[in-house]
């Protein structure tokens, strides 16, 4: 049975105790089987709530997600300009991966490992993160903040150019490198990028 929309107690225990196990033991050595005993149930009471330990593991990167993915669509849904939008979209996405590798490392190793799985989670968040991306290069587009051009090929020069900032695995990879020289990096390829969007020269 899939994970219920709405959580109740012992879904939410569980995620507790599994995001808890994650952090004492790491990814690898996490089970199901340790998690239900601290729960005071069976495992196969556990996979009443989530179908398999992978499945388990990606509902407790998904509640760290929700409110990422909420704070962009607001900024996507507010009156300010495309390119401001854009850059605070791409800040926030770029602040919020670093801040949980430097602070929660084991949590998000389970994002990395769902990106480079290509699993449903991460292709999902992936998914919402262009299509907010696409709304607002389309509203500049419309608006003639950014010039016309193909909305599609604009995207993909966001994704591109910003890879190292906004990819889970990069970021990652990225771990040893101060946080205020990533910063100064992204901001000036952020800069190029609203740029070329600007004079449509990509």
Do not use: C
């Amino acid at each position: 049975m899939a994970k219920q929309p709405h959580p109740d107690s012992a879904d939410l225990r569980i995620l507790q105790i599994a995001a808890s196990h994650i952090r004492k033991f790491g990814l690898r050595r996490t089970t199901v089987v340790a998690i239900a005993d601290e729960a005071g149930m069976s495992h196969a009471n556990v996979y009443r709530y989530f179908p398999s330990k992978q499945a388990l593991l990606e509902a407790v990167t998904e509640d760290w997600l929700k409110p990422l993915e909420a704070g962009i669509r607001q900024i996507s849904d507010g009156p300010d300009p495309a390119y401001d939008k854009l850059e605070r979209i791409t800040g926030a996405v770029q602040s919020a991966y670093r801040e949980k590798l430097e602070n929660d490392p084991d949590i998000f190793a389970v994002f990395s490992d769902a990106s480079e799985r290509g699993a449903s989670l991460a292709r999902k968040h992936r998914t919402r993160l262009q299509v907010e991306i696409q709304r607002i290069i389309e509203e500049g587009m419309g608006s003639g903040v950014f010039a016309q051009a193909d909305h599609r090929k604009a995207v993909a020069l966001v994704f591109d150019a910003l890879h190292r900032f906004i990819h889970p695995n990069a970021v990652r990879l990225d771990a040893d490198v101060p946080r205020g020289q990533l910063e100064t990096r992204f901001e000036r390829l952020l800069g190029l990028v609203i740029s070329a969007l600007t004079f449509g020269r990509y």
